[in-house]
């Protein structure tokens, strides 16, 4: 049986022997030292009472030092302290025994007794522990660059010793003085080399551990590293690891693709807006709204209704949430139900005396909507006017709707659908009512299901190659949390019938995002056929994709509200006869599961409806 492979228990009765046969090697071993002899038999006979007493006193010694307890990738000064005070009281005790029994032995081998038995059992211990770590065998697991020599590397290289996934290689450091010294077993390198030490294969990540360096200073580290062919780590600090924002080393975030800094959007407003309110969200198991469900438990509502038809998705967001919602003494409630069960969303409503809806159901894949244009018209669009009319009959205070920049002269059916669900908000909002409705428009959001980049992870991930539909093809992005956060704060200044989008900065091409996550795994863009490295393919626009997409159907609508980042457009539209007569069609169309009349429909009265030519290109006016 390997040392591996045994249990905790066993290993500690293992060790729990080693050292109780430790203190009769020593004393003899302190005899034959004393009287320069290796078989001081003579002395060691006359002291036998000595050595019997030490025996049998030894395991009570050695087991209230819990001496056993140590572990071997452990044993640092504290440890070795606990050894030492252990063969300290192992030398009085042996001086005492000594004097009571009224033996001949020298006062000089009980000290020497105590040093012998300290210096065993640290040397067996660490021999033990070279022999498992084999430092001539080849080392398996993923070869990592250290950066930052302090405290926290050397903490770092000593935790990942014992992994079989990564071993570290060598330690990182800007600080000249630290350069060529040997620490933890790992030389100390500048920067530079790092890049000759990755092309060559040495290094294939990099974990930088200086958790308390100032943003500036890391930001400059992480820009720097960002230009090397291998994945990057950060350490958390300190402050992070203490409130549980960082478990582990977490890897350079996909925020980074952004292109701008994040938007701050934490306003009092927003608090102020949902406190002790029952707060509905409906598709509370989507990435939008599973966000929500969170950022509001920071709100203190009175209750969340979670509202979701995917069983899976409502249990995952129950089971993550319920219990910090509990310990804040917010209620939560878990409804299954389809928004376009008119009766379920009434009932659901009543139960739970709903005030606000936060309506992020939807379906938003452009192909398999496309492909699927009925029930997308019956979820995005019935749902919506659905989920309205009964948060209008319910008495809610505020209804927000999660739109897309794709309702903006679009090209396809999910975002024709979403521009229909739009102008029935807007309709209903323009009617004498207690509710305030309103709506959110943002463009692609990080990260979230169906969206690219969880595409582009899987195919590096997969080897590659990487599809992108065009090489000029730009969308706006954000992060889910911002995405979130845009939402509630609708809902916080929220006048009626009013457009919120947030400032996202310049659209991105997916082209420059593709290879920007090709290099940050750590590997290279393809540029021969037969070349190295991951390639990109230019598969060809989809059904209703367009090259580029907008936020505002008139950039002239927009009205400033209290955040800078955060724009209102006031859009004209259509009159109640128009969207009535909308809806009957869309209605009758679906009844009657008629695909080609629900085109129709939305060719009719949907402005700006267009199919997108091959290029992608097509008009941006109705």
Not at 33 to 59: C, D, H, K, Y
Not at 238 to 251: E, H, N, P, R
Request: one cysteine or more; charged letters at 20%; hydrophobic letters at 45%.
């Amino acid at each position: 049986m390997s040392l591996k492979s045994m249990t905790r228990r066993q290993k500690k009765f293992m060790f729990l022997a080693f050292d109780c046969a430790l203190v009769p090697i020593a004393l003899y071993l302190a005899f034959a030292l004393r009287f320069g002899t290796g078989l001081p038999l003579e002395q060691a006979i006359s002291s036998l009472p000595l050595f019997v007493v030490m025996t049998l006193f030894g395991p009570l010694l050695i087991v209230a030092f819990r001496l056993p307890w140590i572990k071997l990738t452990a044993l640092d000064i504290s440890e070795l302290s606990r050894i030492a005070a252990a063969s300290a009281v192992f030398g009085v005790a042996a001086m005492a025994a000594s004097y009571l029994l009224s033996l001949g032995a020298p006062r000089s081998v009980p000290i020497i007794f105590a040093a012998l038995f300290f210096g065993l059992s640290v040397v067996g211990r660490t021999l033990l522990y070279l022999l498992l770590q084999r430092p001539w065998r080849k080392v398996a697991g993923v070869p990592v660059a250290i950066y930052g020599a302090g405290a926290a590397g050397i903490q770092l290289a000593s935790a990942l010793r014992q992994s079989a996934e990564v071993h570290p290689v060598i330690f990182v450091d800007d600080n000249p003085s630290l350069r060529g010294l040997i620490i933890s077993g790992l030389t100390v390198a500048a920067p530079a080399r790092l890049r000759q030490m990755v092309e060559q294969g040495q290094v294939e990540r990099i974990l930088v551990a200086m958790p308390s360096l100032p943003k500036p200073k890391l930001d400059k580290v992480l820009a720097g590293l960002a230009e090397l062919p291998c994945e990057v780590q950060v350490l958390p600090s300190y402050v992070d690891l203490i409130s549980g924002k960082g478990a582990g080393l977490k890897t350079v975030s996909l925020d980074a693709l952004l292109g701008r800094d994040k938007v701050a959007l934490d306003v009092p407003e927003i608090a102020k807006a949902y406190a002790g309110r029952s707060v509905m969200v409906t598709g509370a198991g989507g990435s939008i709204g599973s966000e929500l469900c969170r950022q509001l438990l920071e709100c203190k509502p009175a209750r969340i209704v979670f509202f979701e038809r995917s069983e899976l998705a409502l249990y995952q967001i129950d089971r993550e949430l319920r219990a910090a919602a509990l310990a804040r003494g917010i209620d939560v409630t878990a409804r299954l139900g389809s928004v376009t069960d008119a009766r379920r969303v009434k009932d659901v409503m009543a139960q739970e005396a709903v005030e606000i809806v936060l309506h992020a159901a939807a379906y938003k894949h452009v192909p398999l909507v496309e492909e699927n244009e009925l029930e997308g018209a019956r979820n995005n669009t019935l749902g919506t006017q659905t989920v309205a009319a009964a948060a209008e009959a319910a008495g809610c205070e505020r209804f927000i709707l999660v739109s897309t920049d794709k309702a903006v002269w679009p090209t396809n059916i999910m975002g024709a659908t979403k521009r229909m669900a739009e102008l029935v908000i807007q309709d209903m909002a323009s009617r004498p009512t207690n509710t305030r409705f309103s709506m959110v428009r943002f463009g692609n959001v990080l990260g979230s299901s169906g969206s690219v980049l969880p595409l582009f992870q899987d195919q590096i991930r997969a080897g590659g190659p990487v599809t992108v539909t065009h090489g000029e093809v730009t969308r706006f992005f954000m992060t889910i949390p911002e995405a979130a956060r845009l939402v509630l704060l609708a809902g916080a200044f929220s006048k009626g019938g009013d457009v919120f989008v947030l400032d996202m900065g310049k659209p991105m091409r997916i082209l420059d995002i593709a290879k920007r996550m090709i290099e940050m795994s750590g590997s290279v863009v393809q540029e021969k056929p037969d070349g190295p490295g991951i390639a990109i393919e230019i598969s060809g626009l989809r059904p209703g994709e367009k090259l580029y997409e907008e936020l505002l159907i008139d950039e002239g609508s927009m009205v400033a509200t209290p955040h800078e980042k955060i724009l209102r457009a006031e859009e004209d539209c259509q009159s109640q006869i128009e969207v009535a007569g909308m809806m009957k069609e869309l209605r009758t169309a679906i009844d009657t599961s008629d695909t080609a009349r629900v085109r129709k429909a939305v060719e009719g009265f949907v402005k700006g409806y267009h199919v997108p030519l091959k290029d992608g290109t097509g008009p941006t006016t109705g």
